[in-house]
Each structure stands twice: as structure tokens, then as C-alpha cells.
């Protein structure tokens, strides 16, 4: 004779593992959903930085007796904005410099798409990278350590019309706090032993 109860005790069992299995996905896309809102967040907040820092550089050469400020201050950045022509130039190829930036970030983060990295990379980035005054703008930048270090390494290639290396970080490894990314790995000779 077959014990219901026992049955009805697997069955109890096997809809609590599934209840665990399902709840544990809900967890997962919870987090990943949260994750994705505070990336939401961050990217609005970083956008609304870029224009106003935009906007502040716009006026900066315009404010009386700047020129005499900065040859007096930082006599390179006095003498790279004359040598491009201005004040408005340099602000010019500065916001540029600084939008490619952003792209290398974003794209590093994953949230640049395939597509928009092509157009970036091969009909803004290699054009600009080509002129002399972008040139002498990015190597004032690079020197005063204005730039993302990561940024001119990936950059500097483009000066020399060389291609670059797509920074994109594989899915797997988005999260830099992860344990298994802070995690040392052994030497050669440890792995030769094993």
C-alpha cells in the first residue's frame, strides 16, 4: 500500500526547492535591476557634470585679465591656447578631449554598444587625433594630469594613426569588488607544481 504521507511529503520537499530556485532567480534579476537603476542614476549625474563643466570652460576665457592670470600661473597652458588660436579653440578641442573620455568610459562600463564604438572610434575619434592644435591640446592635458591615465594609454595610439584596443571589459568582470577579481593569483611555479 503506498503511504500518502510520505508522498505527500516529497511533494512538500520538491515545491520547496522549487520555491528556493525561483525565488533565488527573483533575487538575482532584483539585483541586477537595481544595479542598472543606480547606473541610470550615476550616468545622469556624470552627464549634468560634463555641461556644466562645459559651460564654465566656455566662459573662462572670457573673464578680464585671464591671459595675464594664467601666463603668469601656468605659462604652458597660456602658451598652448596661443599656439591654437585662442581661448575659444582650446575650449573647443578641451570639450572634445573630454567627450572621447566619457566614451572611453562608458565603453569600458560596458554601456557603449559595438556599433556606437565603431562610429566613435573610426570617424570621430582617428579624425580629431589627426590635427596638430587637437594634438597640442591633448599632450598639455596628458602632462598636466587632467586625463584618465587608462584614457591616454588607449588614446595615444590614434596620435600616431596606429588603431586602438577596444577597453570593454568582459561581462563577467563588471563587478571590480567581486572576490574572485580581487583574488591573487598563484605564480608560474605554483601552477607548475600542481
Known amino acids: 500500500m503506498v503511504d500518502y504521507g510520505i508522498i505527500l511529503g516529497l511533494l512538500g520537499v520538491a515545491s520547496g526547492a522549487a520555491s528556493l530556485i525561483y525565488s533565488r532567480s527573483q533575487v538575482v534579476a532584483a539585483r541586477r535591476q537595481a544595479e542598472q537603476a543606480t ?116 588614446f595615444e595610439p590614434l596620435l600616431e594613426g596606429r588603431p586602438v584596443r577596444d577597453p570593454r571589459v568582459p561581462a563577467e568582470d563588471t563587478n571590480s569588488t567581486r572576490l574572485s577579481r580581487l583574488r591573487r593569483t598563484g605564480s608560474k611555479q605554483d601552477e607548475e607544481s600542481s
Do not use: C
Open 39 to 154: 547606473r541610470a542614476t550615476l550616468l545622469e549625474s556624470n552627464r549634468e557634470i560634463s555641461v556644466r563643466l562645459q559651460q564654465i570652460r566656455s566662459r573662462f576665457f572670457k573673464v578680464p585679465g585671464i591671459g595675464d592670470e594664467l601666463q603668469n600661473s601656468r605659462p604652458e597652458i597660456e602658451e598652448v591656447v596661443d599656439s591654437v588660436g585662442g581661448g575659444e579653440v582650446y575650449g573647443f578641442f578641451r570639450d572634445v578631449i573630454d567627450t572621447f573620455e566619457d566614451i572611453f568610459v562608458l565603453r569600458r562600463s560596458r554601456i557603449v554598444t559595438d556599433e556606437h564604438w565603431r562610429v566613435w572610434t573610426g570617424s570621430q575619434m582617428a579624425v580629431y587625433a589627426g590635427l596638430p592644435r587637437f594634438q597640442s591640446v591633448f599632450k598639455l592635458a596628458k602632462q598636466a594630469g587632467f586625463l584618465d591615465p587608462e584614457f591616454v594609454k588607449f
